[in-house]
């Protein structure tokens, strides 16, 4: 389904048909924040550390699953994307003196995709993660900003900010994300508090989880803070939210394939630039993501330069 597609929720118990929006789609509704991003003048330096191939092309081929804001999603004409990482990678090829065709795929498409040599590199707030670095190199951007779990407030077995209460109750995330761990984590989690373990599917795509949740198939779900406070503002249904008690903020990164050093070098030194001359901390501040920006890069950081 596109990121800009209505999904029709049939609710049940005598409601109307009410129209929803999905997480990859309720963004389209929220105009982005308006401060434009200076254009970047290309550094020669960098330009001349990317492999041959790119050079000659003069393109990066990037994949994403614009499905997921802050990080990216579309526009209401289907084809625009906007993001914080979005404004990141505009920004990266300015400074290595290409252009950047981005594709949309499905997230379970993107690490396989680029390991198998189809993209150049993916993005789409990617968690780096030991098992991943085994498979593709990260060249880290920024922290994770926070996720939080939802559910309708309609539903009376869950108590606003008891995460506690969501032991025993279904759920599901979105096939080769780290929700499905996360929610994984939780229904443990529960066992371990002496609670009803969860019941935790997956779903091809956010929109199909957010339908499953409508529809009354899972009772909550699990997606970045920042998604969910745009999923309340934009339904016309109430939704409720709970921290995630086993939160810990991770590195987040550029995906290239594991032995593509030269571009791993050329995407690490464009980050050192745009830090340099302002336009990172200025993109994130216009997505009022201060707390997930980095003070320095690194490849493999999650291996390189563990967290606490």
């Not at 991943?132 to 539903?155: C, I, K, M, P």
């Not at 025993?168 to 989690?189: P, R």
Request: aromatic share 8%.
């Amino acid at each position: 389904m596109s990121a800009n597609v209505f999904v029709r929720v049939f609710v049940a118990a005598g409601l109307a048909v009410t129209t929803l929006c999905s997480l990859a789609s309720v963004a389209p509704a929220v105009a982005a924040p308006d401060m434009p991003i200076p254009e970047q003048a290309v550094v020669p330096e960098l330009h001349a550390l990317l492999p041959e191939k790119i050079r000659s092309a003069g393109v990066l081929n990037l994949a994403t699953d614009a499905h997921y804001p802050p990080c990216q999603w579309f526009l209401e004409d289907g084809k625009t994307m906007i993001g914080y990482e979005v404004d990141i990678w505009n920004a990266l090829a300015q400074v290595l003196g290409v252009k950047l065709e981005a594709v949309s795929i499905d997230f379970a498409g993107l690490i396989p995709g680029v390991a198998g040599g189809r993209y150049d590199l993916a993005m789409e707030c990617i968690t780096d993660r030991t098992d991943r670095e085994e498979q593709v190199t990260f060249v880290n951007h920024s922290l994770d900003y926070g996720n939080a779990f939802y559910y309708l407030t309609s539903t009376a077995t869950i108590t606003a900010g008891d995460a506690l209460s969501l032991c025993g109750h279904k759920t599901a995330g979105q096939s080769g994300t780290d929700f499905v761990d996360k929610l994984e984590a939780l229904a443990k989690w529960c066992v371990d508090q002496g609670k009803e373990t969860i019941e935790v599917g997956q779903y091809p795509t956010a929109s199909g989880v957010l339908l499953a949740l409508f529809s009354g198939r899972i009772d909550f779900a699990l997606s970045e803070a920042s998604a969910v406070e745009e999923l309340k503002a934009n339904n016309p249904v109430d939704v409720g939210t709970i921290s995630n008690p086993l939160e810990v903020q991770n590195y987040l990164g550029i995906v290239t394939a594991k032995d593509n050093e030269p571009l791993q070098q050329a995407l690490l030194g464009a980050l050192k630039a745009i830090k340099a001359n302002g336009t990172y901390d200025m993109i994130f501040e216009k997505w009022s993501l201060p707390h997930a920006a980095l003070d320095e890069f690194g490849i493999n950081m999650t291996t390189t330069k563990p967290r606490g």
